[in-house]
């Protein structure tokens, strides 16, 4: 079965901080994203990735940022964390096939973070 | 740009009933279509997907979902409820446009709540 783990499950931070959450998956897929899922919203895209060192903007990447250094871990950065960011934060991964096919998009558990 | 709608916040629905958990859906071409599933303090499961041929597509869990072209609808549907089925239900659609092809366009969300 894929594994996708983000570092934390609950985080509390205060304004104003550099913020890191941390996505590995254990499956080598080429595409991973980060989502935020706030009530009445579903689910929003921040960034995703598509290789190593390739990234593009989702929906909503203003005050983010993101960084793949290795194929299986997928770093996302509120580079000066608001209170308006806090959220539900999820991961995700997916394989990338040559025919274009969709392969469904496998999902951490989230992390809930909470800016003070 | 695609989208899709969940019109219902929540369905309630006795177990044993059938349940449906409607969506619809604004695409330009071709319809790519899907159901996740999201059980509480987890991620979202993969549950099933349209891409072609039959109107009528069989998922996980014995879920089910029919596509309707002339409706741009996508409901999700199951023949008798389980108690175990509350959770909260996300319709998406690909989208197709540039380098997001192996992105996903999220719903809102609907909260399905089966009682005994």
């Known amino acids: 079965d894929v594994k996708v783990t983000q570092s934390s499950r609950y985080l509390v931070k205060r304004t104003g901080e550099k913020v890191f959450l941390e996505c590995v998956q254990d499956?080598?897929?080429?595409?991973m994203f980060w989502y935020r899922q706030d009530p009445g919203l579903g689910l929003r895209l921040i960034y995703f990735s598509y290789d190593v060192k390739m990234k593009e903007k989702g929906d909503i990447p203003e005050g983010y940022s993101v960084s793949r250094e290795k194929k299986e871990r997928f770093s996302l950065i509120l580079e000066s964390a608001s209170t308006n960011q806090t959220s539900m934060y999820l991961c995700a991964s997916s394989l990338f096939r040559l025919d274009g096919a969709y392969q469904p998009q496998h999902f951490g558990d989230g992390t809930r973070l909470s800016i003070l | 740009a695609q989208s899709v709608a969940q019109p219902e916040d929540q369905v309630n629905v006795a177990e044993g009933n059938p349940l449906t958990v409607k969506c619809t859906y604004s695409?330009?071409?071709?319809?790519?279509l899907f159901w996740y599933v999201q059980y509480p303090n987890r991620g979202l499961q993969f549950l099933l997907k349209y891409i072609t041929g039959d109107n009528l597509v069989k998922g996980s869990y014995g879920f089910e979902a029919e596509f309707n072209k002339s409706q741009t609808s996508f409901h999700l549907k199951k023949p008798s409820a389980l108690v175990s089925d509350s959770a909260l239900y996300f319709c998406a659609v690909r989208d197709m446009e540039g380098t997001g092809f192996q992105k996903l366009v999220f719903g809102t969300g609907t909260r399905l709540l089966v009682s005994p």
């Open positions: 499956m080598d897929h080429e595409n």
């Open positions: 695409v330009s071409g071709n319809p790519y």
